[in-house]
């Protein structure tokens, strides 16, 4: 399968799907106009690459700064995917990665983490600075 | 009129304003005016969590007006971009700041913005988080273009219940307000 990447514009994210490692990254900022259209094509990978039962362990790398609320919607989708893989035998998890500065950012990562009981959600907080 | 906009520019100041937009919004103002945003609370010496609530605030009242607003200026078909017109106004009170936003609206949907304000307005802060947890699992609503959650993300970030009101302009429109406030940490009164 091939990777996936989309540089990182104004308002939204990079992303560096990688089918080799099964490390899956999207970093940076979130907030664009139509955030289900922009999602797509990942939603559409990760769909794709998650659906194999024999696949590579896949990691989810998010570090995400700011996100806006449509996007919140996208990444619980992306999540609960994850999460029905993860039901199903794939070895899948996610690693929210967070400046100990951002306590926005580490809230939002909790609230997934709370919605998400069956799938692995590591909450990794950085030295901020 | 004379070539003078001193009276508007100190009526504003005096009014604690540092942002004031009004016109047609797409996607590259919310990303330029965002961009100086921050670098105005900077200058505020606000703190980088109150900052980026107001920040997060800006950016749902802004896509509010870029989805909804029924004041169209047409739409440009190469990029599928379409211009809507609003008013952003931010500023900065004794107890914090507030974003402030209006737009056009069609007269037939008031009733349902209304209810769908008053639903959440006066909820508490948990309240509002399971809300927001449950819509977020939700399928999307019929006529949302985003999550359907910009209203209840800004209540949840507000530091007292969310002000609105419409005011009709003809039969076939009215105009929409609303005003946000978002408290200074440190400066939280209970």
């Known amino acids: 399968m091939e990777s996936l990447r989309i540089e990182a514009g104004k308002s939204s994210p990079e992303i560096d799907f990688d089918a080799a490692s099964g490390v899956l990254r999207i970093r940076g900022e979130s907030f664009p106009e139509n955030a289900a259209k922009f999602y797509q094509p990942v939603m559409d990978w990760a769909s794709r690459f998650l659906c194999e039962a ?76 | ?29 919310v990303e330029g005016i965002g961009a100086t945003l921050r670098l105005n609370m900077e200058l505020e010496d606000a703190g980088a969590s109150t900052a980026q609530t107001v920040f997060s605030v800006f950016v749902e009242q802004m896509q509010n007006i870029l989805n909804y607003s029924a004041e169209k200026l047409g739409s440009i078909p190469e990029t599928e971009k379409e211009l809507r017109k609003g008013v952003l106004v931010i500023g900065h009170a004794e107890d914090g700041f507030f974003v402030y936003c209006g737009n056009r609206i069609l007269n037939g949907d008031i009733e349902g913005l209304r209810s769908r304000i008053e639903a959440i307005r006066l909820l508490d802060k948990d309240s509002l988080k399971t809300l927001y947890k449950e819509k977020r699992k939700a399928d999307p609503e019929a006529g949302s273009k985003g999550g359907g959650l910009g209203l209840i993300d800004m209540a949840r970030k507000a530091g007292k219940p969310m002000e609105y009101g419409f005011t009709e302009i003809d039969g076939t429109f009215s105009f929409f307000s609303i005003k946000v406030s978002v408290q200074e940490k440190g400066s939280w009164k209970v």
């Open chain 1, 54 to 129: 024999s696949g590579p362990k896949a990691v989810l790398e998010l570090a995400i700064v700011y996100f806006n609320s449509s996007t919140s919607k996208v990444l619980m989708n992306l999540f609960q995917m994850a999460e029905k893989a993860a039901a199903s035998g794939r070895d899948v998890s996610v690693r929210w990665i967070c400046d100990a500065e951002n306590e926005t950012a580490i809230e939002c990562g909790e609230e997934f983490k709370e919605d998400l009981s069956s799938l692995p959600f590591r909450i990794v907080v950085t030295p901020g600075g």
């Open chain 2, 1 to 29: 009129m004379s070539l003078n906009l001193y009276q508007f520019h100190e009526g504003i100041k005096k009014e604690g304003i540092l942002f004031c937009y009004s016109g047609p919004i797409s996607q590259s103002t």
